[in-house]
């Protein structure tokens, strides 16, 4: 949550239709993620973030997209839902909390499974250990260091 803080105090994300949180060791494609969002054709002006893996809850926070409008709602409304979500999940990681709490504020989802794969889903995401060659998908994680994106 610290990352969206910073982004709700600096507002230079207004600017922009869509924001995008990458984690560090992901290898992402920006060029590859612009041809996705066209494709989904999501109504400017809307509240939407995107489902992008079809693992567990169809999402992982390697790579977060929304809608500068979702951002918008999630900074005003997303904090008492995470902590109220918190306190009924202990356990629950922050990717599952993250998109519980956009779903708990009415922040509508598409879905995009061709997004991400990440390494962290194993044998159940067929094309998540990589190389990082194919060019429909926008991230892959985690590659730590260069040389691992292409073993």
């Known amino acids: 949550a610290p990352i969206w803080q910073q ?3 600096d507002g230079a994300y207004k600017d922009f239709d869509w924001t995008v949180k990458v984690d ?7 060029s ?11 109504q400017q002006g809307t509240q939407v973030y995107i489902k992008n893996i079809n693992f567990r809850f169809q999402f992982l926070g390697a790579l977060e997209v929304m809608t ?12 008492p839902a995470t902590k109220k979500l918190l306190r ?15 779903d708990a504020i009415g922040i509508a989802s598409a879905e995009d499974f061709e997004l991400l794969r990440d390494a962290s889903c194993g044998e159940l995401c067929p094309g998540s250990d990589g190389p990082c060659n194919n060019g429909q998908i926008a991230a892959f994680h985690p590659y730590p260091d260069v040389d691992a994106w292409n073993t």
């Not at 560090?24 to 920006?30: G, H, I, K, R, T």
């Not at 590859?32 to 999501?42: D, E, Q, S």
């Open 88 to 102: 009924a999940h202990p356990k629950a990681g922050e990717d599952f909390l993250f998109r519980a709490s956009l």
């Open 7 to 9: 982004l709700y105090k």
């Open 24 to 30: 560090a060791d992901a290898v992402f494609f920006p």
């Open 68 to 79: 500068k409008e979702a951002l918008d709602k999630y900074s005003k409304d997303g904090m």
């Open 32 to 42: 590859i993620l612009r041809m996705h969002l066209g494709v989904l054709r999501v």
